[in-house]
């Protein structure tokens, strides 16, 4: 069994090593956006519960590295489902540079929901943030966005906050309100073998013990991110003695904390453990989706 433990940590290891430069991004293709189509149809608005808040704020979806629309779905039907949400945008960013939105829109439209796609999602960080920003642009032009919420899965989290931290007092953006991040590697692949239990990490200080590029890149620019944001990060554990999700380490996805320490208006935190926590299966975990639809709506 040690044996076969032992084996395990070295192939862990090895896709960690592996990974790295994926989560870095290292391509330097950058594709513009070179035009902006639209194809909306006529549908009547759902009947949204009292249970919640309803307003014109959008709610914009992001998938991360290898992901698509089906990152996402699970966390959109369920919003819909409980009535707290109505998904009324689909948004591709193509490789040639368009960008096409549909779905339907009017202006009393409350608590919209935007799925974006990105059909290169092996494209370098950079790009994507980059291409996450003309979708906000678009949505405050166009549709009269002026308020938007924002869910990511993976390296969609990290786009998230990068987009937030390079463009964080942008007029031509709506003001962004409130943050979910699911499983996000803030601080790359550090931390993925961690020693520790899970319930010393739980009390450890989200401060990473060594800080990747990336995420000391990040922090140069912290105070740049927006004021009066709210956060809710969620955590995921194999519960397999390693301290990760099966991708990204506890350790990682919860250094954001102490990337926007004093810049947010308010953080929480969640850790799942078990199979229901593996990094693939977070966002599809019917209590992410309870606690996304509570914290947003």
């Known amino acids: 069994m040690k044996r ?8 862990l290891v090895a896709f960690v090593i592996s990974a790295a430069a994926i989560l870095i991004g290292a391509r330097q293709s950058d594709t513009r956006i070179t035009k902006v189509t639209s194809d909306l149809q006529a549908k009547s608005a759902l009947a949204l519960s009292n249970k919640y808040q ?34 009324a945008l689909v948004v591709h960013v193509y490789k040639d540079g368009v ?16 799925q974006i796609v990105f059909e290169d999602n092996h494209a370098s960080q ?30 969609g989290c990290n786009d998230i906050v990068n987009q937030a931290l390079k463009y964080g007092h942008d007029k031509k953006l709506p003001t962004l309100k ?16 961690s020693s520790e239990t899970e319930a010393t990490v739980k009390k450890l200080a989200a401060k990473p ?21 709210k956060m809710l990060n969620v955590v995921g554990d194999t519960n397999d003695g390693f301290n990760n999700d099966g991708y990204v380490g506890v350790a990682s996805a919860r250094s954001v904390a102490y990337l ?3 810049e947010l208006a308010k953080y929480q935190e969640k850790i799942y453990s078990g199979a229901d926590a593996a990094h693939c299966a977070l966002n599809q975990n019917p209590q992410v989706a309870h606690a996304m639809i509570a914290f947003l709506w």
Do not use: C
């Open 4 to 11: 076969y433990r032992a084996g395990l940590q070295l192939l």
């Open 54 to 87: 309803k307003t014109k704020t959008a709610t914009v979806f992001l998938h991360g590295y290898d992901g698509g629309a089906y990152s996402t779905n699970y966390l959109i039907k369920k919003a819909q489902q409980a009535g707290a949400a109505q998904k």
């Open 99 to 114: 960008m096409a939105f549909k779905g339907y829109w009017h202006k009393s439209l409350k608590n919209p929901m935007v």
């Open 126 to 155: 950079k790009t994507q943030i980059y291409w996450l920003h003309q979708v906000l642009v678009q949505l405050k032009a166009k549709y009269g966005v002026t308020q938007y919420n924002a869910v990511g899965h993976s390296l």
């Open 178 to 193: 409130k943050i979910v991040t699911i499983a996000g590697p803030f601080d790359g692949l550090t931390g993925y073998l």
């Open 209 to 229: 013990t060594r800080f990747t590029r990336h995420f000391a890149e990040m922090l140069k620019y912290r105070h740049n991110f927006p004021t009066n944001v």
């Open 260 to 262: 926007l320490r004093h």
